[in-house]
């Protein structure tokens, strides 16, 4: 779940990986871009959520 603590923004890769800090990060533990995060807006935090979890449970379908 994508939860926004005071003072902390949510960021997004490129390749969709996600962190949560008051600054983003400088380089993508998953596809090691480095400074490709960009700040999802509070209004879009809970679609990212929803797509999230939607591509969850199609990577647990694939494993089976």
Do not use: H
Not at 10 to 28: A, T
């Amino acid at each position: 779940m994508i939860t926004n603590k005071a003072n902390e923004g949510v960021w997004q890769c490129k390749c969709g990986n996600i962190d949560y800090g008051e600054f983003p990060p400088e380089d993508c533990p998953k596809c090691l871009r480095v400074n490709k995060f960009k700040k999802i807006p509070e209004d879009q935090i809970e679609d990212l959520e929803a797509e999230e979890i939607l591509s969850t449970l199609e990577d647990e379908e694939e494993d089976e």
